[in-house]
């Protein structure tokens, strides 16, 4: 069933005519609800499942995957490494924010773009532009230039400063440096070869990611790189918003985290959520993170899920089935295939190609089942990334078999919460009627 036609039919099931939920997507709202008028639901359902189709790439320019990628349409909320009672620091205050980081002056950056010059630059968004560069070195760049009317602020550069100079890790892309000049505001980052992992695996641009061998390594190394994140520093770190778009790939096809202007800390091993405005991209956020701003390192671990379902079978999070002519919800298409035993059928068959790559099957069929896990309802079910890793290479301690249950779907949670919301209505109607009849009697 199509992923509009299932939150449509929940709503109507429940009596839910009327009542709106509104979820913040890529920087839109999309209303999920179910009207009297076959054109309202028409509507609705068309504005919801546009929500979960692929995330354009950020840059309009066809070379714009040379570089950490930014959602400009992304909603967003900045990041600030907490501290009881203290505010969000000043971008201008350079000692600080470039403590761990080269500061490089606005004349460097010049010279290393050939003053910025139109052939040298690579991408553009809402936030600004891109240039590839080349440092006095030779060491070759990519300079993120913020627009003064971008939409990625002063919040977001403290953000992936913040986040990007204080950690370290051959999955996670390397901060070179930065540069705040009155007004400006650039992140030179290192120049990554091979685009992002939307252009090799889902654009079908180039044949790179043909091979199980190389997927594997790349969910492998994806998967490593959220275990640091989210063990093995301190405080610990939450991405919000892994997706392919963000993961990019070095000469070697060795994948790399990006774009940390999302990402939230968590200063203390005792807390185990915050809660927070949503931010991401809806289609790979958790559902209970999506509806209420629960943040948890499950977060991260959904989206992981989703991610590594995309790696395996090549599809997108919403792909479209030519037999059926329809579009349908890859998440929810896993689940079916792992009901009926028919999990192998979801791998990329391109792989397969004159049984060059066979013999892996089980392994990717491992694979899918460790994305289904990190897809569980509820959070709780859901393993660490540490243990996620473990799984997939096979080396996991704990021998016992782990039920799954069917994934958190962000349609499931909205026909709850909206249930709710009716329910209260109903109920604060019905206190309101009785004291009004009271009344009448006095």
Known sequence: MR????????????QLM???????????SSSASSRSSNSSKASSSSSFFKCFSSSPPPFSSSDHHHLPPTDDQSSSAGVRR????????????????FENVQTFTFNQLDMATDRFHPSKRIGEGGFGSVYKGRLEDGTPVAIKVLSAESRQGDREFMSELATLSHVTHDNLVHLIGGCVDGPRRMLVYEYMDNGNLAQNLLDNKTTLLNTWEVRKEIALGIAAGLAYLHGEIHPRIVHRDIKPTNILLDLDLRPKISDFGLSKFFPDDDITHITTRVAGTLGYLAPEYAISGHLTR????????????????????????????????LVERAWQMYKSDQMIQLVDPIMLKDGENSGFEEE???????????????????????????????TNEDGDVVEIMEPGLIGDFMAVKIGRRQQDKQKSST????TEGAASVL
């Not at 509104?22 to 839109?28: F, H, L, V």
């Not at 309802?377 to 997939?392: D, E, N």
């Not at 206190?431 to 009785?434: G, I, L, Q, R, S």
């Open 3 to 14: 992923l509009e036609k299932m939150i449509l039919n929940r709503l109507k099931k429940k």
């Open 18 to 28: 009327g009542e709106s939920s509104t979820i913040t997507c890529s920087g839109t």
């Open 82 to 97: 907490p501290k009881a009672g203290q505010g969000r620091g000043r971008v201008d205050e350079k000692a600080t924010i």
């Open 298 to 329: 499950k977060l991260d671990v959904y989206s992981f899920g989703v991610l590594l379902l995309e790696i395996v079978s090549g599809k997108t999070v919403v792909d479209f089935d030519q037999t059926l002519g329809e579009q349908y919800f």
């Open 364 to 394: 990717a069929e491992r694979f899918l089942v460790v994305a289904l896990l990190c897809l569980q309802q509820k959070s709780s079910l859901r393993p660490t990334m540490s243990a996620a890793l473990k799984m997939m290479n096979g």
């Open 431 to 434: 206190a309101t009627t009785t």
